[in-house]
């Protein structure tokens, strides 16, 4: 890995992030506060939010097992993704590579920042060779991207490849692990400490059944963190958000519950769905989704929708022609969604 001094934006090196009032007064008692231009009307919401998630991140270490230092919290994955842009990528100059297809907001994010973005197809089993991916990457790349599970596929990435990459690369591995509650492979989040140049990103939006809220981690050495939480937008994470994220940190063994239920009901569905006469290959899948290639995509897509049913057509993704992509719900969506299968 080069150093960080060398993966960072020179302007964000020397950056000198927002003082917020909150933090001038960290660790003292306080039961006065004239110091922010709030309104002192309408308890608690006049306050403005812990800038830094204290309270959720202490709950976050104990569930995922990551010290606090070693997270920053975002409006969602897509602000972490974004900030992992804005930290390292200089406009116009640094590339990122990422496998194809994947999640669509890396590209645009990198779109947004005028990155440029460097695909790397997937092959026929879905999965990545290190190899081509760092054949993509040139002295400007600054970022590998990849999901795993990924998103549209479902599949695992190969944990040999990703290793490859982290050994090989010099610049930041990001593994985004939104979908890491479904299977029970070993997590990236729990190998931190092997590699400097990794970050991990998850989400309280899948399992957790809170995508509401609005609540992203990422996770990385405390050099990489210091540098999100310099970048950061001060009071990025909302009061509300916090609340409810910790209210349902208190949950895990109902969100363990609802995870294995979903699990079930996968692996209940795919079966099922192998025998409609639509059906032409379920693919494989270690995520609370599945993609399906059909008989006409699209055709069986309008029908859904004419009946009310909504999946994610994927017929225009590289390497997902006549695919649809979809989540399982509880076991009376299935099975109102294959009943109107098996009538199509």
Same mark, same amino acid.
């Not at 090989?168 to 400097?196: C, H, M």
């Not at 929708?305 to 017929?315: A, L, Y």
């Given at each position: ?130 190899? +081509? !991916? #760092?054949? *993509?990457? @040139?002295?400007?790349?600054? %970022?590998?991207?990849?999901? &795993?599970?990924? $998103? ?11 290793? +490859? !990459? #982290?050994? *090989?690369? @010099?610049?930041?591995?990001? %593994?985004?692990?939104?979908? &890491?509650?479904? $299977? ?13 140049? #990794? ?146």
């Amino acid at each position: 890995m080069r150093p960080l001094s060398e993966l960072v934006r020179p302007n964000i090196w020397s950056l000198a992030p927002y003082s917020c009032a909150r933090d001038e007064f960290k660790g003292r008692e306080a039961h006065v506060f004239l110091d922010a231009n709030e309104s002192p009307y309408n308890s608690p919401y006049n306050r403005y939010p812990d800038p830094l998630q204290e309270k959720v991140k202490e709950k976050l270490s104990r569930v995922k097992g990551v010290p606090v230092e070693n997270m920053c919290l975002g409006n969602g994955s897509d602000e972490t993704i974004d900030l992992v842009y804005r930290c390292f990528c200089r406009p116009g100059v640094d590339n990122v590579v990422a496998m194809e297809p994947t999640y669509g907001m890396y590209k645009v994010c990198a779109d947004i920042n005028d990155v440029e973005y460097r695909k790397v197809l997937l092959d026929d089993n879905f999965q990545i060779s290190a190899n +081509a !991916l #760092l054949a *993509a990457c @040139d002295a400007n790349t600054k %970022v590998i991207w990849i999901c &795993s599970p990924n $998103n549209p596929t479902g599949n695992l990435v190969n944990a040999q490849a990703i290793d +490859a !990459l #982290l050994k *090989a690369f @010099d610049g930041i591995v990001v %593994v985004d692990e939104a979908y &890491s509650d479904f $299977n029970k492979a070993r997590t990236w989040r729990s190998q931190l400490s092997a590699y400097p140049n #990794l970050i991990v990103l998850n989400t309280m939006s899948k399992a957790w059944g809170c995508a509401a809220i609005r609540l992203g981690m990422a996770f990385a050495s405390k050099d990489i963190i210091d540098i999100f939480n310099k970048v950061k937008y001060p009071y990025n994470v909302n009061e509300l958000t916090q609340k409810m994220a910790l209210k349902r940190l208190d949950d895990a063994f109902e969100v363990e519950k609802w995870t294995r239920t979903i699990v079930n009901e996968r692996d209940r569905m795919i079966p099922a769905f192998r025998m409609l006469p639509i059906h032409e290959k379920v693919y494989p899948t270690d995520a609370n989704f599945f993609l399906a290639k059909v008989t006409d995509a699209q055709k069986i897509y309008n029908y859904l929708i004419d009946n009310g049913i909504v999946v994610r057509n994927r017929t225009n993704v590289q390497l997902c022609h006549n695919c649809l992509r979809i989540t399982v719900g509880s076991k009376q969506e299935n099975n109102e969604l294959l009943a109107a299968l098996r009538q199509y």
